[in-house]
């Protein structure tokens, strides 16, 4: 009996079985020798469909921020800015391993631009002026991308021998398990309630 068929290739097979490679096995692995043996192809076959190994790493981009689209129907914008960042935390979550090649790389892919618009679309429908918008997203990129980063940190261990620890560490010592989700939350409310009160500043100056 012979093999049955193999799925043709598709590019978004192609950028699937890529991010999956790189949540299995982490950045170092994603090659086109690796990816192609993972799809039971010759190395060529993907050129049909993917330019480049940073074609590959842009398509993982379009994936990752799919799953972190912001909703523009929830209200206040306040309220819709919380839930994309949550959206993009828990997205980062999902793909640890992802980060390393995603770093430092110009923004390409059409599904992250999409979700520059909406933001944008959604802080100039609350009042924001035009010149703050970009600012105003890079600062949530900022905050969310040191987040992103935490998120694959190793565990705290001790990082001296205990006689040679300076006083007065036991905060960082005793951390509760969940210290990362008490960071993001407290760092997001406080990010979300200095916005508002720059923007209700912004309001005041200009019904002057």
């Given at each position: 009996?012979?093999?049955?068929?193999?799925?043709?290739?598709?590019?978004?097979?192609?950028?699937?079985?890529?991010?999956?490679?790189?949540?299995?096995?982490?950045?170092?692995?994603?090659?086109?020798?690796?990816?192609?043996?993972?799809?039971?192809?010759?190395?060529?076959?993907?050129?049909?469909?993917?330019?480049?190994?940073?074609?590959?790493?842009?398509?993982?981009?379009?994936?990752?921020?799919?799953?972190?689209?912001?909703?523009?129907?929830?209200?206040?914008?306040?309220?819709?800015?919380?839930?994309?960042?949550?959206?993009?935390?828990?997205?980062?979550?999902?793909?640890?391993?992802?980060?390393?090649?995603?770093?430092?790389?110009?923004?390409?892919s059409?599904?992250?631009?999409?979700?520059?618009?909406?933001?944008?679309?959604?802080?100039?429908?609350?009042?924001?002026?035009?010149?703050?918008?970009?600012?105003?997203?890079?600062?949530?990129?900022?905050?969310?991308?040191g987040?992103?980063?935490?998120?694959?940190?190793?565990?705290i261990?001790?990082?001296?021998?205990?006689?040679?620890?300076?006083?007065?560490?036991?905060?960082?010592?005793?951390?509760?398990?969940?210290?990362?989700?008490?960071?993001?939350?407290?760092?997001?409310?406080?990010?979300?309630?200095?916005?508002?009160?720059?923007?209700?500043?912004l309001?005041?100056?200009?019904?002057?």
């Amino acid at each position: 009996m012979g093999r049955p068929p193999r799925s043709p290739l598709t590019r978004e097979g192609i950028l699937r079985a890529a991010l999956a490679l790189v949540d299995e096995e982490g950045a170092a692995a994603l090659s086109t020798p690796r990816l192609a043996a993972r799809l039971g192809v010759k190395g060529p076959s993907l050129y049909n469909h993917v330019s480049s190994r940073d074609e590959i790493i842009d398509g993982i981009r379009e994936l990752i921020a799919a799953e972190m689209e912001l909703d523009a129907s929830i209200h206040p914008w306040t309220a819709a800015v919380d839930s994309w960042a949550r959206a993009y935390r828990t997205a980062i979550a999902a793909h640890p391993h992802a980060i390393p090649l995603l770093a430092g790389r110009p923004v390409r892919s059409a599904a992250a631009l999409r979700g520059y618009a909406a933001a944008f679309d959604v802080l100039r429908a609350a009042g924001w002026p035009e010149d703050h918008l970009m600012p105003f997203v890079q600062s949530f990129e900022y905050f969310l991308a040191g987040s992103a980063l935490a998120l694959v940190d190793a565990p705290i261990a001790l990082p001296l021998p205990e006689d040679e620890l300076p006083p007065g560490l036991d905060p960082f010592l005793n951390a509760p398990p969940d210290y990362r989700d008490i960071a993001f939350d407290a760092g997001l409310a406080a990010l979300i309630r200095g916005f508002q009160a720059t923007l209700d500043t912004l309001r005041t100056a200009t019904d002057r």
